[in-house]
RNA sequence: GCUGGUGUAGCUCAAUGGUAGAGCAUCUGAUUUGUAAUCAGGAGGUUGCGGGUUCAAAUCCCAUCGCCAGCUCCA
C-alpha cells in the first residue's frame, strides 16, 4: 500500500472512531475498497443524516487527531473476535467475520475504538494533516439491493493543506471540462429541458455539426469496410420483441407499450431485431456470408432518473450500430476486423488509452453452456490477436451473449462503455433466419452485434471533455473566424469568406465594431482553430494574416490558405 | 429507484421573512480600431411548477418536476 493510501485508510478509521463518538449507537459496515479514490465508510444510524452533521463529525474528527493518539496492531482468534463484536452489537462486523476463514483476524485499535482491519495504518493520528469529508449517500449492505440501506459517507485525506488545495483546483478544472458546462458556453446541445423530458437530447446547431461530421466519417469508413446501411422504423409491434426475447427479459427498461389499432407497439429499445428481419427479406447463400447491415439507429430506454447523466446516460440515444450475419468458421475473422476498425475510429479521435473488458454469461441467460464457452472463447482470441490487456467482467453478458466492451473515461475519470462487440448464437433461432450452406442445406447464421462510438451521444459527450471544447479542425462547428479590422474592410472580408465556403470550410465573418484586441479575445474563448485577420496591408498584398489557436501567426496568400486547411482536415 | 444536496435574468452568481440585484452575453448609440476585453445607455424576472403558514415568502412547511454527487442499475 502506498503511503497516501495508507494515510486515507487510517483517515477512514478516524472517520468510524468520531462516528461511533457522535452517534454511539452506530453500526459499522464496510469500509472502501482498495483502489477507491478517497474513502469512505458505510454505517447504519437510527438518525438521519445530514451534510450539517458531517461538520459535527469532522470536528470530532479533528479533535481526535489533537489527542495524538497511536494505532495499535493485534491478532484475536476467530472466536474472540466474534466474542468482542457480538459484546458492541457490531452485527455487520460478526457478519464479515463469517465469512472469513483464517483462524485468526487482525484488529486495530486506537483509543477505545477498535475495527476489524487488515492495516496497514499510520503511527500516529497525528500524521493526518488534512482531510475533507465530501459527501452522504446510500449504499445497500454488500451492494445488495435486497439488503439493508447504509449511509456511505465519504471523504478524502491529504497529507498537507497544498495537496487538499491543489486537489480542490482540479475539481475545479474538471468542472470546467465537463460537457454539460461546455454546452452551454458552445450552444452544443440541450439534454435536461423539463418540458421534453428527461433523459431526452436536443442536437442544437454546434452539436449537430459535430454529429454530422462525425456520422459522415462514419458512413464512409463502413462502406469501405464492407458494410451496408439500413434505416428501420422507431417504434415496431410488441410481437417483434416478443420474438427477439426482449419483452421477457427487459420489459421494465422498455418505454411502455402504446395501442395502435387494437395493438400493442413499443418503442425501440434496440436496432436488432430490425435488422435481422432486413437479413430475412432474402433467402441467402453462404457465398453473401458475412453481410454486415449498419445503422445509426435511435433507441429508447427507460432509465431510472438517479442515473441520466448529461449526454453520458440517456434515455433516447442513437447508435453506430450493425449486425453482422456470417457462418460459424467467420467468427474469428469478423471479431478481429471490428476490432481493428474500433481502434482506428478511436485514433481518429486522439483516444489511445481506453479499458477492454469481456462480460461472461449473466444469471438470466437463454443458450446452452457450450455455446457460451466458445462464444467468450473467441472473444478473448480476438482481443489477445490485437494485443490488448482485457479484464473480465464476470456475469456482465447480454442475455444471449458475451460481449467485449471498451470503455473511455470523463473528465472525473469516471469511466464509460462505448464500444460493444457482442456474440449471439440465439437470435439466429428466434427469428428462424438461415442461409443456404456448401452442402445446400439450411444453416442459422452466427449474428455478431456491435457499435463502435457505442452512442454518438456519450461517445460526443467523451470527447467535448477530452478536448475541453477545443475540436481539431475537422470537428469544429466553426472552423475559420474572419476579422476585419475596420468597415473599410468588409468587402475583402465576405470574399474570402465566400471562397471558403465553396471550398467546404465552415467559417464566419465577423463584422463588430470593436477593436482587433476584443474580437481576438472573442475567437480565443469561443476556442476557433483559425482565425483570418483582414487589414489594409492583406488588401494591398492580397494575403491573409492567419492566428491559430495556439496564438501562433502566419501570412499567406489564399491558395496557399485553401491547400494550408485541406491538409488540416 | 435509494441517500444527501440543489433550482433566482440567456450564462455565472448575490439578496437569511420586509421594494428581486450584479458581472458577462444580448440590444441601441457613439467609436473605425493590427493579434486576449473602447465608452455610454436600454431591455431582460409568475425566484422550476402547485399548495400551505404569515400582515408580508426567493427565503419557512408540504407535495411535485428537473438537475448534481454517490449507490443500485445499464440489452
Avoid at 440515444?317 to 467468427?331: A, L, M, P, Y
Wanted: aromatic share 12%; charged share 25%; with cysteine.
Amino acid at each position: 500500500m502506498s503511503s497516501k493510501n495508507i494515510l486515507s485508510h487510517s483517515c477512514e478509521h478516524l472517520l468510524a472512531y468520531a462516528i461511533l463518538n457522535t452517534y454511539p449507537h452506530t453500526l459499522l459496515g464496510t469500509d472502501s475498497k482498495p483502489h477507491h479514490n478517497g474513502f469512505y465508510y458505510e454505517v447504519r444510524l437510527e438518525k438521519q443524516l445530514t451534510t450539517s452533521d458531517l461538520t459535527e463529525i469532522e470536528k470530532e474528527m479533528r479533535r481526535l487527531i489533537s489527542l495524538s493518539l497511536n494505532f495499535y496492531h493485534f491478532d484475536l482468534r476467530h472466536k474472540e473476535a466474534i466474542s468482542l463484536f457480538s459484546l458492541c452489537k457490531q452485527i455487520y462486523k460478526i457478519e464479515i467475520l463469517k465469512d472469513i476463514k483464517s483462524n485468526s483476524v487482525s484488529i486495530y485499535k486506537c483509543g477505545n475504538y477498535f475495527d476489524l482491519c487488515r492495516g496497514p495504518h499510520i503511527k500516529n493520528l497525528n500524521q493526518i494533516k488534512e482531510f475533507k469529508l465530501l459527501n452522504i449517500s446510500s449504499s445497500y449492505w454488500k451492494s445488495n439491493k435486497q439488503n439493508a440501506i447504509l449511509y456511505r459517507i465519504a471523504g478524502m485525506a491529504f497529507p498537507s493543506i497544498n495537496d487538499l488545495n491543489s486537489y480542490l483546483k482540479l475539481l475545479e478544472e474538471s468542472k470546467k471540462r465537463d460537457h454539460r458546462n461546455l454546452a452551454s458556453s458552445f450552444d452544443l446541445f440541450s439534454a435536461s429541458n423539463p418540458l421534453i423530458g428527461a433523459g431526452l437530447n436536443i442536437w442544437l446547431p454546434n452539436g449537430a455539426i459535430i454529429r454530422s461530421v462525425i456520422e459522415d466519417y462514419l458512413k464512409k469508413i463502413h462502406l469501405l469496410n464492407g458494410y451496408n446501411f439500413v434505416y428501420s422504423p422507431h417504434i415496431a409491434s410488441i410481437d417483434l420483441w416478443k420474438t427477439s426475447g426482449h419483452w421477457a427479459y427487459y420489459k421494465d427498461s422498455m418505454y411502455p407499450p402504446m395501442c395502435v389499432d387494437k395493438s400493442s407497439y413499443v418503442l425501440k429499445p434496440m436496432n436488432c431485431p430490425f435488422h435481422i428481419t432486413a437479413f430475412k427479406a432474402h433467402q441467402h447463400s453462404y457465398r453473401d456470408l458475412p453481410i454486415r447491415l449498419a445503422e445509426f439507429g435511435t433507441v429508447y430506454r427507460y432509465e431510472l432518473p438517479g442515473v441520466l447523466h448529461g449526454l453520458l446516460r440517456l434515455r433516447g440515444f442513437t447508435q453506430d450500430d450493425s449486425h453482422i450475419f456470417c457462418e460459424f468458421s467467420q467468427i474469428d475473422l469478423e471479431l478481429r476486423n471490428i476490432i481493428s476498425l474500433a481502434l482506428t475510429i478511436l485514433k481518429k479521435f486522439g483516444f489511445c488509452k481506453f479499458e477492454v473488458t469481456i462480460s461472461t454469461r449473466p444469471d438470466k441467460y437463454i443458450g446452452t453452456l457450450k455455446q457460451w464457452e466458445i462464444a467468450e472463447d473467441s472473444l478473448k482470441k480476438a482481443i489477445l490477436y490485437h494485443n490488448l490487456k482485457y479484464s473480465i467482467d464476470i456475469g456482465n453478458g447480454a442475455f444471449y451473449g458475451p460481449k467485449i466492451d471498451i470503455k473511455l473515461k470523463d473528465s472525473l475519470n469516471r469511466l464509460w462503455q462505448c464500444s460493444t462487440i457482442q456474440l449471439d448464437f440465439i437470435n439466429a433461432l428466434q427469428f428462424d433466419i438461415n442461409f443456404i450452406n456448401k452442402h445446400g442445406k439450411l444453416e442459422h447464421p452466427i449474428i455478431i452485434h456491435r457499435a463502435l462510438l457505442g452512442s454518438f451521444e456519450r461517445f460526443i459527450g467523451i470527447l467535448i471533455e477530452e478536448y475541453a471544447g477545443a475540436f481539431p479542425f475537422w470537428l469544429a462547428p466553426e472552423q475559420i473566424r474572419i476579422l476585419n479590422i475596420s468597415e473599410k474592410h468588409i468587402s475583402f472580408s465576405k470574399s474570402i469568406e465566400s471562397i471558403l465556403k465553396h471550398e467546404g470550410f465552415r467559417v464566419k465573418t465577423f463584422l463588430k465594431n470593436e477593436p482587433l484586441s476584443a474580437k481576438i479575445r472573442n475567437a480565443q474563448t469561443d476556442k476557433i482553430p483559425i482565425v483570418l485577420i483582414i487589414g489594409d496591408k492583406e488588401i494591398s498584398e492580397k494575403q491573409v494574416a492567419i492566428r491559430l489557436r495556439n496564438s501562433s501567426h502566419l501570412s499567406m496568400e489564399i491558395n496557399s490558405l485553401i491547400a494550408y486547411l485541406k491538409q488540416l482536415e
